[in-house]
């Protein structure tokens, strides 16, 4: 579930930013370079190659080519390169939010377990008191 999550946050950001759909079938430049951007993100948050491939409908080795692509884009494309700095910075704020989120919801179910541990002692104490 969390790896659909990250892949679903960064390929909203990568859209918006890219202007387009990285799941169409479009075999445009500037829709590759996104899909290019997508997965060097994604391979630097340790997914593997074949679930990348498998969320964008790929075969892996098209993965394979836009890993080993990416590097250079971004190099030789001033314009690709403001682009994946942008996506880059956004996800790990988006990722960042979902981990405070998640936190703060561990943090309220143990805060609701201490309060029922303490109404049972509180409990427990006047049923101590009432014995003779």
Same mark, same amino acid.
């Given at each position: /579930?969390?790896?659909?999550?990250?892949?679903?946050?960064? /390929? %909203?950001?990568?859209? !918006?930013?890219?202007?387009?759909?990285? $799941?169409?079938?479009?075999? &445009?430049?500037?829709?590759?370079? *996104?899909? =290019?951007?997508?997965? &060097? $993100?994604?391979? #630097? =948050?340790?997914?593997?190659?074949?679930?990348? %491939?498998?969320?964008? *409908?790929?075969?892996?080795?098209?993965?394979?080519?836009?890993?080993?692509?990416?590097? %250079?884009?971004?190099?030789?494309?001033?314009?690709?390169?403001?682009?994946? $700095?942008?996506? &880059?910075?956004?996800?790990?704020?988006? !990722?960042?939010?979902? /981990? /405070?989120?998640?936190?703060?919801? &561990?943090?309220?179910?143990?805060?609701? *377990?201490?309060?029922? !541990?303490? !109404? #049972?002692?509180?409990?427990?104490?006047?049923?101590?008191? %009432?014995?003779?």
């Amino acid at each position: /579930m969390e790896e659909n999550l990250d892949m679903s946050n960064l /390929m %909203a950001i990568v859209n !918006e930013v890219f202007e387009i759909d990285i $799941l169409s079938r479009s075999t &445009k430049r500037y829709v590759a370079n *996104g899909r =290019k951007v997508f997965t &060097k $993100l994604l391979i #630097r =948050k340790g997914y593997n190659l074949s679930d990348i %491939a498998r969320f964008l *409908g790929k075969d892996h080795t098209t993965i394979i080519y836009y890993r080993d692509d990416v590097d %250079a884009l971004l190099k030789y494309t001033p314009n690709v390169l403001n682009k994946y $700095l942008i996506i &880059k910075d956004r996800f790990l704020k988006v !990722e960042g939010k979902i /981990m /405070m989120s998640l936190t703060e919801r &561990k943090l309220q179910a143990s805060i609701d *377990g201490l309060n029922i !541990e303490v !109404e #049972r002692l509180l409990l427990e104490n006047i049923r101590l008191r %009432a014995e003779p």
